[in-house]
């Protein structure tokens, strides 16, 4: 099993997921064009792809998401809720495969199990991810206003995480986002700050955490070096060992093993 991420941030969304030949495209933010060029970069075609699954609505997420699966007759899942907001993207004359999920249900597309959970997030349905392979257990949270006991039952004793990092407190507060948006991102419903990352993690079985990221940082409100740094105090390890999900590079490939 092994996970990549193709950029994560305010500007665009993916991530894939490969176990054996099976491999699923979390989220698509990005243009056709521009998916396709970040899959070249891990030696990956659209056609390669098994499925895309939707966390939630929001353009960041889905804006590339429908328009690259009905080029590619690539299937989807998503919940009902995300479906409905999200009709906005679908081009015309689609023939989509849309499948609708319930949010506390796990399914397999192949070689993968999804586990979705629900999140607190200002969407319809939004959901988050634990995908796996019968053995080992990646664990994906982003845009997410606060954490909850059913995260931390969701994401404890995984092989991988990927954690959101989304701003500092002190950096919004001061930053230059007008006050509505920073109530928004700083709000219950809206994305996590590094040191409620940091707790969120202090509180989930560690012992078999093999990969450690930092994902959707914002450009304004954060940066690489406090996110690890929160990170990094909890897990008790060197500021390199934990990665960051680029805007613009993502992460290369992450084996589990």
Request: charged residues 20%; proline residues 4%; glycine residues 8%.
């Amino acid at each position: 099993m092994r996970f990549a991420s193709l950029g994560s941030g305010s500007a665009g969304n993916a991530l894939v997921v490969e176990v054996n030949n099976t491999r699923l495209m979390l989220d698509c933010g990005f243009s056709i064009k521009e998916t396709t060029s970040r899959l070249a970069r891990l030696n990956l075609k659209p056609e390669d792809l098994a499925g895309i699954v939707i966390t939630h609505e929001h353009d960041d997420h889905a804006g590339g998401a429908f328009k690259f699966a009905a080029k590619h007759h690539i299937p989807v899942w998503l919940t009902y809720g995300t479906l409905k907001m999200a009709e906005r993207y679908f081009p015309n004359q689609h023939d989509l495969q849309l499948n609708v999920i319930d949010s506390h249900t796990p399914f397999n597309v192949a070689d993968i199990e999804v586990c979705p959970y629900p999140v607190p997030h200002d969407a319809r349905e939004p959901v988050q991810c634990v995908f796996g392979d019968g053995q080992h257990r990646l664990g994906v949270l982003t845009d997410v206003g606060r954490t909850t006991l059913h995260i931390e039952q969701q994401l404890s004793g995984c092989d991988a995480l990927v954690l959101e990092c989304n701003h500092d407190s002190a950096m919004l507060r001061n930053g230059p986002y007008a006050a509505s948006l920073k109530k928004r991102v700083g709000g219950e419903w809206g994305h996590l700050e590094n040191s409620a990352s940091a707790d969120l993690l202090a509180k989930l079985d560690r012992s078999k955490l093999q990969h450690l990221l930092a994902a959707h940082l914002s450009a304004k409100n954060n940066t690489p070096l406090l996110a690890k740094s929160a990170l990094a105090g909890v897990a008790d390890c060197a500021l390199d060992w934990i990665g960051v999900a680029d805007q613009a590079l993502g992460f290369d490939w992450r084996q589990i093993s």
